[in-house]
């Protein structure tokens, strides 16, 4: 339902030009209604009405985004503005969409041919959450929630929350000089609303927190609903100058992100006891120590942060069939709010602030050539540096308060290279072969960063790792209606030594390390990739075309454990038909099929083979049965579903069978039409439906809610149907 505005290249002057000079030097090649629009725009105003059955639950889905969730009817107002000064050479341009709506758009522009173009953009964006929280809870989506519980679930009051953004950029562009360019932009996005957030926590007498939990473990935990207060801004600044030269062009420039947070951190309280799962009176007590304390903590929220960077950027034409291309930047980018103004109290001593400093480069150099007329190459090196410079300090202890835990620093090191070439050979082939390189070296953790309960957590961590990868592609031209290319690709990634989480323990080998139930990142294991992909492209008659995808992937890894992530796999089978029925009717349809698989083996015990399907397919006409009258319209439908196959490894099927699917469904139908009374008025009007089905089973399952220990409950109405209409005046102008 969003309309989106996009910006034209240096503006309407210089599309002008070229089609200009293609009408009169060669007119076979120039659009003449193109060229026509441009030197004398059509203007428009369109304003109408909808309207949408179903209740405020029968539509969540539909109206996340478009601006319909409110209102069972709504205003319907666009705007297209053009003014043209031939004399001049100036142009104005006003463009609204969607303005009766809450993701407005509006966008004025103002440009005067080979000097300079400025224009500003405003929207707003809502959106609006599609679960319906039930709750007890007092000064929800503030800093300062109070949690009341419920005497049972559903006993409360709806609550939807959403999140509403609105945006302002400013564009300039001014030409210097023939061959020199400056550019400017500025962009500023205001947040303001609540999202779905909590807190909780799970302390048994023998869990992995009993070490270092601040209050006293038995077998007690509780899980509360807190939205997160949501009260941002984020401004954006870019300054570019673009020099060209008769071989080269050259950018350098600047840009800074300044983000701002008015709400520094979340500071909730509990008034009364809560609910045990069984049903049971819950009392979390208001002392140190309790898990009433614990629940009532602060909650630090985002921080303000910003970035700068400096970048120069070009490319380089040594000869027609060679070039270069290069880049570096240099980010720096800082957090350093002060805990006191944010509400956050506890800090080590003598620390206002995290400090938080990263500075980042960024080296990149890539060359095109075209040695032989039938062989093409290029080569491409990329290096990345992170820099993470943030103090060190102890922020956190364990429950005795004898071992101090620090902050950890994140730096790396990326290095990434790729060489190609594409061979022209007999017979319409083309074949193309591939290298890609990358090595990743991220610094060592610090001794005293806390990585809880060894045995249960991470059992190692490696510096180092490399990646090699081949592909090969495969295409031909079998025909002037029929081509194809198969392509496959392999990678291979290792690693140097993993390090143990003991601090001053050397690096060891992945036989020394080994441990039949350890836990060890995915992101650092070795891996095997494989990427089979078919096309074709078949165009038997001039009124019928057709695309056909084959697609399939797969990951291996391999740690020393015998748990983890297995392997992963992507298949995914796709077609696409455009039939013209007629000089007025054209007949669209696709079906697609996507498959991810996941096998993990979790070190607690159990196996679980996740897969998601994903099916879509659609069909769609339109055609002018009259010259006044445009009509079509499209029929989709979506299933994606989510399968949770699990089982023990020792054989033996979990209690229940697993966890159910969940599923999504969802068909639409859209229809149109447009009557055109004169010349210069039309009427349109639109027409759709559609019907969904959300089933879940983690906010409740067979009829029964979950619940929070306040017995606060989130839902949404399974099964979604709704219709709407909206008819349209549209009045064009020149």
């Given at each position: ?9 240096f503006?309407?002057?210089?599309k002008?030009?070229v089609?200009s000079?293609l ?18 725009p ?10 949408a ?15 319909l ?13 053009h ?20 993701n407005?758009?509006i ?16 929207n ?22 109070t949690v ?10 709806d609550?939807?929350l ?15 000089a023939?061959n020199?360019?400056f ?5 500023n996005?205001?947040k ?7 807190t909780?926590?799970?302390c048994?007498?023998?869990g992995?927190?009993?070490?270092y ?10 899980m509360?609903m ?15 100058l673009n ?5 080269f062009?050259?950018?350098?420039g ?5 983000y ?8 909730p309280?509990?008034?009364g006891?809560l ?5 049971s ?7 140190a120590?309790?898990?009433g ?15 700068h ?10 000869t ?20 006191g ?29 075209r ?16 820099a993470?410079k ?6 956190d ?7 101090l ?23 319409n082939?083309?074949?193309?072969l ?9 610094d060592?953790p ?33 025909s002037?209606?029929?081509?194809a ?10 690693g140097?030594?993993w ?5 001053g ?5 992945d ?11 995915m ?15 078949w165009?038997?008659t ?11 992937g ?8 015998e748990?983890?992530?297995r392997?992963?796999g992507v298949?995914s ?7 013209n029925?007629?000089?007025?009717w ?13 096998h993990?083996?979790h ?19 339109a ?16 299933n ?8 023990m490894s ?7 069978g ?26 349109r009007?639109?027409?759709a439906h ?11 399952y067979n009829?029964?809610?979950f ?14 149907n709704?219709?709407?209409l909206?008819?349209r ?6």
């Open positions: 339902m969003i309309m989106k505005i996009s910006k034209r290249q503006g309407f002057s210089k002008l030009l089609l000079m009408a009169a030097f060669g007119p076979a090649h120039a659009d003449e209604e193109e060229i026509a629009q441009l030197i004398n059509e203007n428009s105003i369109s304003v109408g009405l909808n309207a059955t179903g209740g405020g639950k029968d539509r969540t889905i539909f109206t996340q985004y478009n601006g969730r409110k209102n069972d009817t709504n205003l319907l107002l666009d705007i297209n503005f003014k043209l000064n031939k004399e001049t050479g100036t142009s104005i341009e006003l463009i609204g969409n969607n303005l009766g709506l809450d407005r758009e966008k004025f522009e103002y440009d005067h041919q080979g000097d300079f173009e400025v224009y500003a953009i405003y707003e964006l809502t959106r609006h959450d599609m679960r319906t929280i039930n709750t007890g809870l007092q000064g929800a989506g503030t800093t300062a929630p009341a519980s419920l005497a049972a679930p559903g006993a409360g009051t609550l939807n959403s999140l509403q953004r609105k945006g302002l950029t400013l564009v300039a562009e001014k030409w210097l023939p020199l360019l550019t400017a932009s500025f962009k996005e205001d303001d609303g609540a999202r779905l957030s909590g909780g926590i799970m048994s007498a023998g992995i927190f009993v070490a939990s601040r209050f006293t473990c038995g077998t007690t935990g509780a509360l807190l939205p997160e207060p949501i009260n941002s801004t984020t401004r954006q600044f870019e300054a570019k020099f060209s030269g008769e071989n062009l050259l950018t350098g600047y840009y800074g992100s300044f701002t947070n008015a709400n520094g951190s979340l500071n309280a509990v008034n006891n609910w045990n799962p069984n049903g009176i819950l009392v979390p007590g208001t002392g120590n309790t898990l304390n614990y629940l009532t903590q602060p909650l630090a929220l985002p921080p303000d942060n910003q970035a960077q400096l970048s120069v950027s070009g490319n380089y034409t040594f027609p069939t060679t070039r270069a291309t290069f880049k570096y930047a240099y980010t720096h980018a800082t957090q350093n709010e002060d805990f103004s944010m509400g956050l109290a506890g800090g080590p001593a003598g620390v206002g602030s995290l400090g938080g400093a990263v500075d980042s480069s960024l080296a990149q150099l890539g060359v095109t050539a040695p032989l007329p039938k062989l093409s190459m290029l080569a491409n090196l990329r290096y990345e540096d992170k993470d943030t103090p060190l300090a102890k922020y202890a364990d429950k005795t308060g004898a071992l835990y620090t902050n950890d620093l994140n730096s790396s090191r990326k290095l990434t290279g790729k060489l190609e070439a594409s061979y022209q050979l007999p017979d082939y083309r074949a193309t591939g290298v890609d390189y990358a090595t990743v070296h991220r060592r610090v001794g005293t960063f806390n990585i809880p309960d060894l045995a249960l957590a991470l059992s190692a961590l490696r510096e180092d790792t490399q990646e090699l990868g081949y592909r090969a592609e495969l295409r031909r031209s079998m002037d209606t029929l081509n290319t198969v392509s496959y690709g392999q990678s291979l990634r290792d140097g030594n390090l143990q989480l003991v601090p323990a050397p690096a060891v080998s036989a020394a390390i080994y441990k039949a139930t350890g836990t060890f990142p992101t650092m294991t070795d891996r095997t990739r494989d990427k089979l992909k078919l096309s074709a492209g165009t038997p001039e009124d019928l075309s057709l695309q056909f995808m084959i697609e399939d797969q990951d291996k890894y391999t740690a020393p454990s748990k983890g992530l392997d992963t298949r089978y796709g077609m696409d038909a455009a039939l029925l007629s000089d007025n054209k007949l669209t349809g696709y079906v697609n099929q996507g498959i991810q698989t996941f993990v083996d070190s607690m015990g159990y196996m679980a083979e996740l897969e998601n399907v994903n099916t879509s397919l659609g069909i769609g006409v055609g002018k049965p009259s010259s006044r009258l445009t009509v079509g319209g499209d029929l989709s439908y979506l994606d579903s989510n399968r949770y196959k699990q089982g020792s054989g033996v099927a979990p209690a229940g697993g966890l159910p699917d969940v599923t999504y469904r969802l068909t639409s139908l859209k229809l149109f039409g447009t009557y055109a009374l004169e010349k210069n008025t039309d009427i009007v639109d027409l559609q019907s969904a089905k959300f089933d879940e089973w983690s906010w409740g009829g029964i809610p619940a929070y220990s306040d017995n606060t409950t989130v839902s949404m109405q399974q099964n979604q709704v219709t709407f909206g008819a005046y549209i009045y064009k102008f020149r």
